[in-house]
């Protein structure tokens, strides 16, 4: 009876075994990087002081909230002179009405996706500013820019 219950012991221990090794063989699905892309309209001064943001017909800056699940972001800006212009990717993360996060700048179109913190209301600010007069980028005039989120970069 013994031998019994240690042939049958060690049976169980052999296919249980054998079940987690093929279970952990499993893949794991990588996730899959899902886009939003959006569009803003903009006119601007050429040198920033102050801005009236929101999402079209925006002086100076062009606001877009990113979503919940958005940490990355690409955008292109299309200004009427047709010249790459300045631009600074901001955030008011602390609600004091100034966009005091940098995130990065650009002149004309991003070259890597910029990394932003999911959720936050991002602030493109067009034109020269003390975050990107270095860029030597031509003052804005009027324009678009479309900004695509992702959840990936």
Known sequence: MKRFLVLFMI????V????TAEAGKKKKKAPK???RTVEGTYTSTG???VGFCSQTDAV???EIPSGANESF???KV???HGLPVPVAVKADLDGDNSSETLYGTFCGETEEPIQIDPGAAIIFWIGISSNTAAMGCPPATTGSIEVTFSNLP
């Open 73 to 75: 972001l690409t955008a």
């Open 47 to 49: 040198v920033i002081a």
């Open 16 to 19: 249980g075994s054998v079940t």
């Open 60 to 62: 100076n800056c062009v």
């Open 33 to 35: 990087k899902a886009e």
């Open 78 to 80: 299309t200004d009427a």
């Open 11 to 14: 049976m169980g221990l052999v």
